[in-house]
């Protein structure tokens, strides 16, 4: 019979990054894992309406739109 053919499974805590909340989670991963949201944060779940901005697309777009607006005002 082969040996060590199963993964590591261990239980651990991982906290959401965007609210804080701890899990406690069964996995495989040696060096574990991160959440950017969770059910107590996410839209979804939460009902409230958010922009979760995490790469700052929402702020470059809006800094792009402030551009396109400021040159459409030199123009005239
Ligand atoms: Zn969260």
């Known amino acids: 019979m082969k040996q060590n053919t199963h993964p590591q ?3 651990m805590t991982l906290t959401c990054s965007n ?3 701890d ?3 069964g996995t495989t991963a ?3 894992f991160s959440v950017a949201l969770c059910s107590h944060c996410h839209p979804a779940y939460t009902g409230a ?3 979760i ?3 700052n697309r929402v702020s470059k777009f809006m800094e792009r739109q402030k551009k ?3 040159m ?3 123009k005239k």
């Open 72 to 74: 459409k005002a030199g």
């Open 49 to 51: 309406q958010s922009i």
């Open 68 to 70: 396109a607006e400021a």
């Open 23 to 25: 899990f406690i989670v």
């Open 9 to 11: 499974y261990q239980v």
């Open 19 to 21: 609210c804080g909340t």
């Open 30 to 32: 040696p060096k574990g």
């Open 53 to 55: 901005d995490t790469a």
